[in-house]
């Protein structure tokens, strides 16, 4: 088991910036992937970015690429998003996940606001 916990979401106009985090209850190393969500209201949830634990590879949605980066800290347990040229489309829920031993753990959800 698991307990991931995010923070740093808030309200921020459009074009600035925001880093999210995902602290682990445990350590991420050997965790095969984390990675990041979102939902906006009336929608489904999307993936946004994924970082393996193995080379640090990572992966983002077309539309957050060059404005988004995905990155862990293992010292930490915790991995990072940051956001930057946020547009009101980037409004919504953003979910910290992380796939180990076969299992999927989730956070609770931050909330992210682009105001334009």
């Known amino acids: 088991q698991v307990q991931l916990v995010e923070s740093g979401g808030g309200l921020v106009q459009a074009g600035g910036s925001l880093r999210l985090s995902c602290a682990a209850s445990?350590?991420?190393?050997?965790?095969?992937?984390m990675g990041w969500y979102r939902q906006a209201p009336g929608k489904q949830r999307e993936l946004v970015a994924t970082i393996s634990s193995i080379g640090s590879n990572t992966n983002y949605a077309d539309s957050v690429k060059g404005r988004f980066t995905i990155f862990r800290d293992n010292a930490k347990n915790t991995v990072y998003l940051q956001m930057n040229s946020l547009k009101p489309e980037d409004t919504a829920v953003y979910f910290c996940t992380a796939f180990s031993g076969g299992s999927s753990y989730w956070g609770q959800g931050t909330q992210v606001t682009v105001s334009s």
């Open positions: 445990r350590s991420i190393f050997n965790m095969n992937w």
